[in-house]
Nanobody
Framework: QVQLVESGGGLVQAGDSLRLSCSAS????????AGWFRQAPGQEREFVAA???????KSADSVKGRFTISRENAKNTVYLQMSSLKPEDTAVYYC????????????????WGQGTQVTVSS
């Protein structure tokens, strides 16, 4: 069982940076892949970025070059560094985890956090 808690969301202006954190319970978190997804009002949840157990990453085209996912297994934490934020990045951001392999498909993930709101004003 893995419990995930996101933090770091907030209200920022376009062009600003923000770092989200996802803290996980459990001593075996290093064996889990993790992903970040987001959901804007009235829209479906969409993939943002994912990281494998050994640090291989992938990200959505809409955030490539602006968002970076990383992990610090010693702290059971996954990060999402967001820069050059745009109003269209406004959404609730969710952290997710699944054993071993990373995925860009939300339904592949077993564990989810409660989400953190990111609002980018123009």
């Amino acid at each position: 069982q893995v419990q995930l808690v996101e933090s770091g969301g907030g209200l920022v202006q376009a062009g600003d940076s923000l770092r989200l954190s996802c803290s996980a319970s459990g001593r075996t978190f290093s064996t889990y892949a993790a992903g970040w997804f987001r959901q804007a009002p009235g829209q479906e949840r969409e993939f943002v970025a994912a990281i494998s157990t050994y640090g291989s990453t992938k990200s959505a085209d809409s955030v490539k070059g602006r968002f970076t996912i990383s992990r610090e297994n010693a702290k059971n934490t996954v990060y999402l560094q967001m820069s050059s934020l745009k109003p269209e990045d406004t959404a609730v951001y969710y952290c997710a985890a699944r054993p071993r392999l990373s995925s860009s498909i939300a339904q592949d993930y077993n564990y989810w956090g409660q989400g953190t709101q990111v609002t980018v004003s123009s």
